[in-house]
Structure formats: C-alpha cells, structure tokens
C-alpha cells in the first residue's frame, strides 16, 4: 500500500479452486451455475453431477462481465472451455444478465439445492445472508423449496451493513468474527436496524468509550437479532443451514446460534458457493431429464 | 410452496403468503388476478415450472402502503383477494 492510498477493510479474499482429483474430460454431462449477485459473483462447474470447481469474486459494474469474469477463473484452472460445458443456469439478482446461461432460476430455489448438497439431505431451514439481501428458505430432503422469505428493503443484515462496519472501524472483514468475542462482558445489540443509522450510533459509542471490539459485537449481536426476526417468521426446522459471505462470520453465526438455540450444520465447501451450485446442479438434473426423454423417444 | 412477498420495517410486519400448491390446480380460475383492484398478484411459471400466483415485484417493497385503501383504519371484515381466492391461498400476516 502506498503512502494515501485508502486501504479497503471491507475486502473479503477471493477464492477459486478445482478438485484435481477428478477428471473432467472422462465426464458426461458439465454444468456450470452461475450466481450473480449485487456484491459478489460466483461460477460452480459440476462433472456428472459432482462438484468440481468453483471462482468467487466480487460484482463488477457489469452483469455480464462479472459473470464471464466468474467463470473463466474456472475455466483458466482446469483447461476446459465454455463448448465443454452442456448446460448453463444463471442465478442471483443479475440471473437474467448471463450472456451464455441457457436458463435462469431464481437464488431461493438455487441456494436450498445447493444447501442440500453441501449440508446433506437433513436440511430444512436455510438462512441466506447474502450482499444486500437476507432470505429465510424451508425446503424438503430433495432440497425443494416449501416456504420462503426475503428482505431486501434495507442493507442491515446483510453482507453490504458488515463491510460497512469493517470500513468504519478500520478492521479487515476477515477479522470481525473473533474480535466480537474479544470483550469483557457482552454489548446490548445497536438499536437501530438500518445501516445508515447503526453507522452513526456506531460511532457514537466509540465516543462514549466503548473500545473498538464491543462495538463490533453490538453489531453482530444486532445483525444476529435482526436475521432472527426475519426467520422465526417462518420457524426453524432442525438441521439448519447458513449461506452467503456472512456464514463466514463467527461473531454472526455463533449469535444467531443462541439466539435460535440450535447449531448451524458444518460444512467442508465455501458459504458463499451455495447458489451458483444449486443452479449447476439443477442444469445436471435438467439434462438427466432430457437424456430420458430422448432415449424413451428412440426406444 | 408458502411464497411470502413483503417485508418487515419499524413500523410492522407486511407479509402476503400465497400457498402456491393451491394455485397448480386453481379452482377460483385466477380470481385474484381480477379481485385486487392495484393489480398486485400475476400468475408466473415458478422455478419447479409450475403456474402459480405471485405478488408483482414493484409491489413487494410497499405492502402496508398499497393494501392500505382495503385495510381501513376504523376495520373491515373482509379483503378482495384473500374473500375471491375461494382455495384459501392468500394470506395476510397484518
Ligand atoms: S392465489 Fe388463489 S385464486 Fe390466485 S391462482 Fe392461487 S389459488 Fe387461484
Ligand atoms: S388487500 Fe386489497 S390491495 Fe392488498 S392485495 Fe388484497 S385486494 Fe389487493
């Protein structure tokens, strides 16, 4: 960093990767999910139904760039091009911006499929905590959704109020979590609800003497309250599941986990993957079901 | 599927639900496409390619506000949509 050059706390690491283990070229059918999202963009390529790689990044100014840009990180890694892949879904509030999608499916349905996978078939409550948005999704062992929820009238709770914050307090993102539990005794929760207003309360508690970690927990503490409202609208069935960049957040999670009074399942892949996954692996599905009805045809 | 389209503000909880399995095999034909007089539901093909009611996105942000004119202050016993919506799909939660 250079002397005046602002530095960017709310910056989350990118992350691509794809599993050497498995050889797409031997593979039937490659889908690729994209998820374009208002803050971040993430491409998920399945070989056969199974994971294989995944790039997440954030948004540019450009859907359709933002897209390309996601998947060519996959493409880059394994050697594969956009002709190898059979089939494309779009997801996420820019689903429809994907120049090479072959469909689009909203990020609800997406993000309960791609729970499913990632936290296994018990799933039934899915809590997704994404960039400017925050739903609250049921779904069944297939992962099909039964009830959903969505607020995206304002920024608190959402991934876009935590980069907020992390900026504010001049602490990269990463670290947010653990310092929240760095206090001496827990902070009652901001009081207000709106990003805009919870930044100037924040600052006002910091002249007040509260030091920087328990201003960081009152958020998360109100984040957490606020997530929580929004799902016990619709209930909590066990187990429970949470997507999006904010499952990251150990200061968020471990709050909402009190306050529902149950764990959130574990799990080995990205948070943040959920959706462009589900909508992959919903292109396998969709392209299992054309084979079907193409051999019956020749049968 | 329960679709809840709407929100909640400092000033309430403003949530239509709509039972969408009830609309798959419609037996009000789609009154409540007629019976809101803002327009507000539309009838979509979901994401499982079912054909199912929906609140319009331009109304999803401004429920307390739009369904106001049917929810007079002094009360009311009966609302359009959910009264045509003969299945009981439609619900309130305000
Ligand atoms: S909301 Fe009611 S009237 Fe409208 S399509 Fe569904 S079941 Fe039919
Ligand atoms: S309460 Fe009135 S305005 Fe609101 S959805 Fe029902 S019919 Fe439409």
Known sequence: MTAGEKKEYWRWEESCWTDDSKNWRDAKIITAGIDVGSVSSQAVVCVDGELYGYNSMRTGNSSPDSATNALKGVLEKSGMTLTDITYVIGTGYGRVNVPFAHKAITEIACHARGANYMGGNSIRTILDMGGQDCKAIHCDEKGKVTNFLMNDKCAAGTGRGMEVIADLMQIPIAELGARSFDVDEEPQAVSSTCVVFAKSEALGLLKAGYSKNKVIAAYCQAMAERVVSLIERIGVEDKFFITGGIAKNTGVVRRIEKLLGTKAAETKYDSQIAGALGAALFGYTLMQKQGAAAAKAAA | ?94
């Not at chain 2, 037996?27 to 507000?40: D, F, H, V, Y």
């Not at chain 2, 390619?49 to 929810?71: H, T």
């Open chain 2, 1 to 94: 599927m329960i679709a809840n389209y709407g929100y909640k503000d400092g000033s309430g909880e403003y949530y239509i639900s709509i039972d969408t399995d009830q609309c798959i095999a419609c037996s009000a034909q789609r009154a409540c496409l007629t019976a809101c007089p803002k327009g507000m539901f539309e009838i979509i093909s979901d994401d499982y390619d079912e054909e199912v009611a929906a609140v319009k996105p331009n109304f999803r942000r401004s429920l307390g506000f739009d369904c106001s004119d049917c929810k007079p202050v002094g009360g009311y016993t009966a609302l359009p949509c959910s009264s045509a919506c003969t299945p009981g799909a439609i619900k309130h939660s305000w």
